[in-house]
T-cell receptor, first 116, second 114 residues
Framework: AQKVTQAQTEISVVEKEDVTLDCVYE???????LFWYKQPPSGELVFLIR??????QNEISGRYSWNFQKSTSSFNFTITASQVVDSAVYFC?????????????FGRGTSLIVHP | AAGVIQSPRHLIKEKRETATLKCYPI?????VYWYQQGPGQDPQFLIS???????DKGSIPDRFSAQQFSDYHSELNMSSLELGDSALYFC?????????????FGQGTRLTVV
């Protein structure tokens, strides 16, 4: 069975602070994919990143960076110099890597509030 | 670029009524997924279709049914609506050309049952 744990229910920061959103996963699959989605107050799910289980290279995209640690089954997401527009619920998701359709298991989400 | 289109965006129904949600996947995407997200909850997988056939089934109530049509659009039919069905319903689609490793979500249909 697959499981994604986002232990932080809500994080509140002041603009320009750095913030890290934690994601810990469980899976028996050797091949899998990890995702982060952003859900702003408007409700849509915005895809941020996909990482496959064979690629542990960390990734940086502007103010966003992701730290994939297979040894600790974690896929953490850091926002540098946060902005008010970053306020949203962020979901981490996991999907098995082979066979069948795309059915990710989502974490419960972390609500990020960035205050001006 | 074309995205997943869901209609309607908002829907208000009374208890015991029926509702039909529509999803138009990205062109050339052959797989459609439906999710339900209750208030403050994570998205829960309901059902998926591949090439017009049901491929996987999640926590979809018996009162709900869905299908994928020849043009790949999908409809989620919900009958005998209950207050607890109030949620944001997402449709997502994926493409064989990308190995279906990535699903693109629509903006969701917000269903309110009163």
């Amino acid at each position: 069975a697959q499981k994604v744990t986002q232990a932080q229910t809500e994080i509140s920061v002041v603009e320009k602070e750095d913030v890290t959103l934690d994601c810990v996963y469980e899976t028996r699959d050797t091949t899998y994919y990890l995702f982060w989605y952003k859900q702003p107050p408007s409700g849509e799910l915005v895809f941020l990143i996909r990482r496959n289980s064979f690629d542990e290279q960390n990734e940086i995209s502007g103010r966003y960076s992701w730290n994939f640690q297979k040894s600790t089954s974690s896929f953490n997401f850091t926002i540098t110099a946060s902005q008010v527009v970053d306020s949203a619920v962020y979901f981490c998701a996991l999907r098995k890597g082979s066979g069948g359709s795309y059915i990710p298991t989502f974490g419960r989400g972390t609500s990020l509030i960035v205050h001006p | 670029a074309a995205g997943v289109i869901q209609s309607p965006r908002h829907l208000i129904k009374e208890k015991r009524e029926t509702a039909t949600l529509k999803c138009y996947p990205i062109p050339r995407h052959d797989t459609v997924y439906w999710y339900q997200q209750g208030p403050g909850q994570d998205p829960q997988f309901l059902i998926s279709f591949y090439e017009k056939m049901q491929s996987d089934k999640g926590s979809i109530p018996d009162r709900f049914s869905a299908q994928q049509f020849s043009d790949y659009h999908s409809e989620l039919n919900m009958s005998s609506l209950e207050l607890g069905d109030s949620a944001l319903y997402f449709c997502a689609s994926s493409s064989p050309s990308r190995g279906r490793t990535e699903a693109f979500f629509g903006q969701g249909t917000r269903l309110t049952v009163v």
